[in-house]
């Protein structure tokens, strides 16, 4: 057998995984499809798109990793909210633990902030406060989302910053990537001593000893990236940590006028609340920092932030957007082959065997999880018989109506040779023949 095609797509459980779209420290997300099966003995075909965030092979068989994994999962599945990233939950198959989430064609905040940047552009007051307003509308969702009892699961993402803001080419921008969040359902403990998330953007509460923190710190990480879009600036840098610890802890911070002329009194009294060090002066939750964003100039509609999203980055995303659908056109892999895994450096990946991609008509499986029997000659007859059973009902209808047309028994009768007197004679004794009239009762 020849060796399949690199660009094949691999197939993990109910989905095919494609190319790389994104990556981060510890994980790449792909491009992938939903493979539906609508007739189990039918090819699969490719449904619904999503983004499948895997951890890097040097992560994969860490079991502390995967249970961060599991716990992000668990986390961002219970967020349901336009302004977050939607999570379906993890799929386990072999050694791998991976996220399904929907498929969002877009940029992330980062990525445009280096692209104004560039451009030497400074972002309009506009634009920025209607980004700020809908991420502080996805933050407020997951610190008020509840488990399916009601319980309050007190989420806090902890790693609020650009590169974890999408926003959409439907200019909707979204809150992704709960893998350090802290939250009731977390299994994963941090552990003592260790501070996760990135220092440039966290709470000075979260520099202290126990890390536990509150709604709060979302707020105040989302001051510092509103800082800088206003100034195109860094606030703080990750160069020397102990500078960095000292400027969060003691340093004044600079009103975004000083660097950006222009702005209002009104915004810098709005930064300055948002990043205050004492959590009784700053902003009590999300919500009523984004009513204070909506007071101090107008925000942007989405369709103004979706312009400028591809004002910023249109070639990166029409790059993106003929990637997606070049994949899109690749045919599924063999049943039997291992395929490597599309746009993968190095040797191929196993895929599963043949068996588990047989039923990829739901997620779970069978309930008495027993082998699918094999079908006799009678039973496969049968069901090419009830396959064929609608289109004989269509025609047989499409007769009827048409034989009603011409005249019904008439044209039926004389088709068979009978006179045309018996014809009528039969028609009206039946009552059938509107036009015709009833002889008289003898």
């Known amino acids: 057998m020849s060796s399949p095609s690199p660009c094949l797509p691999r197939i993990v459980g109910p989905y095919a995984i494609y190319g790389e779209v994104g990556a981060g420290g510890m994980a790449v997300v792909h491009f992938g499809k939903r493979l539906d099966r609508p007739d189990p003995e039918g090819p699969a075909r490719t449904g619904r798109r999503v983004a499948l965030k895997c951890l890097k092979p040097q992560y994969a068989g860490d079991e502390e990793f995967r249970g961060m994994f599991r716990d992000e999962a668990r986390i961002?599945?219970?967020v349901v909210h336009p302004n977050v990233v939607r999570t379906y939950g993890a799929l386990e198959h072999g050694s791998e633990v991976v996220l399904v989430m929907d498929y969002v064609p877009g940029e992330t905040l980062g990525r445009l902030l280096e692209h104004a940047h560039v451009r030497g552009e400074a972002i309009p007051l506009t634009i920025v406060l209607g980004v700020i307003a809908?991420?502080?509308r996805g933050l407020h969702a997951a610190h008020e989302a509840?488990?399916?009892?009601?319980?309050?699961?007190?989420?806090?993402?902890?790693d609020m910053s650009p590169a974890n803001v999408l926003v959409g080419i439907d200019g909707i921008v979204r809150v992704l990537d709960f893998g350090i969040a802290q939250a009731n359902v977390?299994?994963?403990?941090?552990?003592e001593g260790r501070l996760k998330g990135k220092l440039a953007y966290m709470a000075p509460e979260q520099l202290g000893a126990g890390g536990h923190v509150t709604r709060r710190a979302d707020v105040y990480a989302t001051s510092v990236v509103l800082w800088e879009l206003l100034t195109g600036k860094r606030l703080f840098r990750n160069d020397d940590v102990t500078a960095t610890v000292a400027d969060k802890l003691f340093a004044p911070i600079d009103p975004p006028s000083r660097h950006r002329p222009g702005l209002s009194s009104a915004v810098d009294r709005l930064v300055a609340q948002g990043l205050a060090r004492d959590l009784e002066r700053r902003f009590a939750t999300a919500h009523d920092m984004e009513v204070a964003v909506q007071r101090v100039f107008p925000v942007a509609a989405p369709g103004q932030i979706a312009e400028w999203v591809l004002e910023q980055a249109r070639d990166a995303l029409t790059s993106r957007a003929r990637a997606v659908l070049a994949w899109e056109r690749l045919p599924l892999p063999p049943d039997d082959s291992p395929v490597p895994l599309a746009g993968e450096r190095g040797g191929a990946i196993e895929a599963p065997p043949a068996e588990a991609r047989k039923t990829h008509a739901e997620d779970r499986p069978r309930v008495d999880d027993e082998p699918r029997r094999p079908q006799t000659a009678a039973a496969r007859s049968l069901r090419l018989w009830h396959r064929a059973a609608w289109p004989v009902s269509a025609i047989a209808f499409l007769l009827c109506v048409w034989l009603n047309a011409r005249g019904g028994q008439?044209?039926?009768?004389?088709?068979l040779g009978r006179s045309a007197p018996h014809a009528a004679t039969v028609g009206r004794e039946a009552g059938d023949l509107p036009h015709a009239t009833r002889a008289p009762s003898k």
């Open 186 to 191: 977390r299994l994963e403990a941090t552990r």
């Open 146 to 158: 509840r488990a399916a009892d009601g319980a309050e699961l007190h989420i806090v993402h902890r």
């Open 76 to 78: 961002a599945s219970a």
């Open 134 to 136: 809908q991420v502080l």
């Open 410 to 415: 008439r044209w039926l009768t004389e088709l």
